[in-house]
């Protein structure tokens, strides 16, 4: 178990750029989420995963913002024409759906976006 | 809906103090509860969890919550804080027993401060 994973950890990027990221979730958790979160804020709640299939999205999630997870294991989160008020940290969760840590969310480190 | 108040934004702290962290939260529904803490620039990383059962919870270093129904609360303390304690800490909620989406709703975070 080597916990969950992001790619990139940090990127910079300039406005209107479209930039991908990356989240391997823990082997054999079929739940996945994603969340954003800006300085000095807590995080919100993106997307949802259960498997392949996205079961809930965030009014959050502009149609800038599409994710898919098309095997049921790793997901990308993409954002179109980015903007400066996109700049955020992006973090994966993963979770179990049975076991002890049935509920428990797992995190990544989380991908740092600056738009610039 | 569910939301999540964390009373206080700063908590200032002496070495060796007890420090209590208080949360509020509201929902129609049953909800599972949770306390995770970020240390500077690291992840999120879970403290502890109330799921059912009792309602005095205890978590990895040396912290623990009480769940109280009646006062909507779930307040996080430590009787005696280390320097290493200083971190943000999140507070946050996910719907009980319906369904499997357990998205977690956050608070705005605490920022422990523990000085010397």
């Known amino acids: 178990d080597t916990g969950v994973s992001q790619d990139p950890r940090h990127k910079i990027t300039k406005r209107g750029q479209n930039v991908t990221f990356r989240c391997d979730p823990i082997?054999?958790?079929?739940?996945l989420y994603w969340y954003r979160q800006t300085l000095g804020q807590g995080p919100e709640f993106l997307t949802y995963?259960?498997?392949?299939?996205?079961?809930?999205k965030s009014r959050l999630l502009s149609d800038r913002f599409s994710a898919e997870r098309p095997k049921g294991s790793f997901s990308t989160l993409e954002i179109q024409r980015t903007e400066q008020g996109d700049s955020a940290m992006y973090l994966c969760?993963?979770?179990?759906?049975?076991?002890?840590?049935?509920?428990?969310?797992?995190f990544g480190p989380g991908t740092r976006l600056t738009v610039l | 809906a569910q939301s999540v108040t964390q009373l206080d934004s700063q908590v200032p702290v002496f070495e060796e103090a007890p420090v209590e962290l208080r949360c509020n939260y509201s929902?129609?529904?049953?909800?599972?509860l949770f306390w995770y803490v970020q240390y500077p620039n690291q992840g999120l990383q879970l403290l502890l969890k109330y799921l059912s059962g009792s309602t005095l919870v205890k978590g990895i270093n040396g912290f623990e919550a009480e769940f109280n129904k009646s006062q909507t609360s779930f307040h996080l303390r430590k009787p005696s804080v280390h320097i290493s304690d200083t971190a943000e800490y999140f507070c946050?909620?996910?719907?009980?027993?319906?369904?499997?989406?357990?998205?977690?709703?956050w608070g705005l975070g605490t920022s422990l401060a523990v000085n010397p």
């Open positions: 969760a993963s979770s179990p759906t049975a076991g002890l840590n049935y509920n428990e969310q797992f």
């Open positions: 082997s054999e958790h079929n739940r």
């Open positions: 946050a909620v996910s719907r009980g027993h319906a369904g499997n989406n357990r998205k977690l709703i």
């Open positions: 995963f259960q498997n392949e299939a996205q079961l809930e």
């Open positions: 929902s129609s529904v049953s909800v599972y």
